[in-house]
T-cell receptor, first 113, second 115 residues
Framework: DQQVKQNSPSLSVQEGRISILNCDYTNSMFDYFLWYKKYPAEGPTFLISISSIKDKNEDGRFTVFLNKSAKHLSLHIVPSQPGDSAVYFCAASAIQGAQKLVFGQGTRLTINP | KAGVTQTPRYLIKTRGQQVTLSCSPISGHRSVSWYQQTPGQGLQFLFEYFSETQRNKGNFPGRFSGRQFSNSRSEMNVSTLELGDSALYLC??????????????FGEGSRLTVL
């Protein structure tokens, strides 16, 4: 049972344009959501997070939007840069302070020059 | 500040053997979590340790075990290895303080191949 789903295995975007990565979840107990980026041969790196009490969180070029009614979140990267090419994982946790994250399958983002 | 260090980075075992993986968290981090990454299942939570106590456990068989030492270093052990245990095992540490839920810092992983 996939509680966190990233339905797009891959996404290709032109440099300078907006990249939008999507994530859906099924467990209504999730109250904290995170995005991680992973380069080959490296561990995932934390990007940005959002609590369920918010609907938007912004950090530089990265913005995460949360739609609780639709159980959907998205990561926007503007403008996209070649160094953003990586696999992006959406993750969720159900208990404040708990480190048990449920990850999506990941979306491979490729930024084309 | 040194990151999360995992050893060994690569190892090959045969079915039925056991393996021990080691993780040194970022200095000051008391929470250590372990995840298994496979192409088919993605990243799956194994367990989390905090102050030498297992605080959370994922849905893995008892062949998977772990422990944490007083210096926060952690080890995980897999006994009676199966082919399906071939995976990248990732360790992550965190401050586990209020307001920083889930901000995990991952190591580069230990890639286990079971033949």
């Amino acid at each position: 049972d996939q509680q966190v789903k990233q339905n797009s295995p891959s996404l290709s975007v032109q440099e300078g344009r907006i990249s939008i990565l999507n994530c859906d979840y099924t467990n209504s107990m999730f109250d904290y959501f995170l995005w991680y980026k992973k380069y080959p041969a490296e561990g995932p790196t934390f990007l940005i997070s959002i609590s369920s009490i918010k609907d938007k969180n912004e950090d530089g070029r990265f913005t995460v939007f949360l739609n609780k009614s639709a159980k959907h979140l998205s990561l926007h990267i503007v403008p996209s840069q070649p160094g953003d090419s990586a696999v992006y994982f959406c993750a969720a946790s159900a208990i404040q302070g708990a480190q048990k994250l449920v990850f999506g399958q990941g979306t491979r983002l490729t930024i084309n020059p | 500040k040194a990151g999360v260090t995992q050893t060994p980075r690569y190892l090959i075992k045969t079915r039925g053997q056991q393996v021990t993986l080691s993780c040194s968290p970022i200095s000051g981090h008391r929470s250590v979590s372990w995840y298994q990454q496979t192409p088919g299942q993605g990243l799956q939570f194994l367990f989390e340790y905090f102050s030498e106590t297992q605080r959370n456990k994922g849905n893995f068989p008892g062949r998977f075990s772990g422990r944490q030492f007083s210096n926060s270093r952690s080890e995980m052990n897999v006994s009676t290895l199966e082919l399906g245990d071939s995976a990248l095992y990732l360790c992550a540490s965190s401050l586990a303080s209020r307001g920083r839920t889930g901000e995990l810092f991952f190591g580069e992983g230990s890639r286990l191949t079971v033949l």
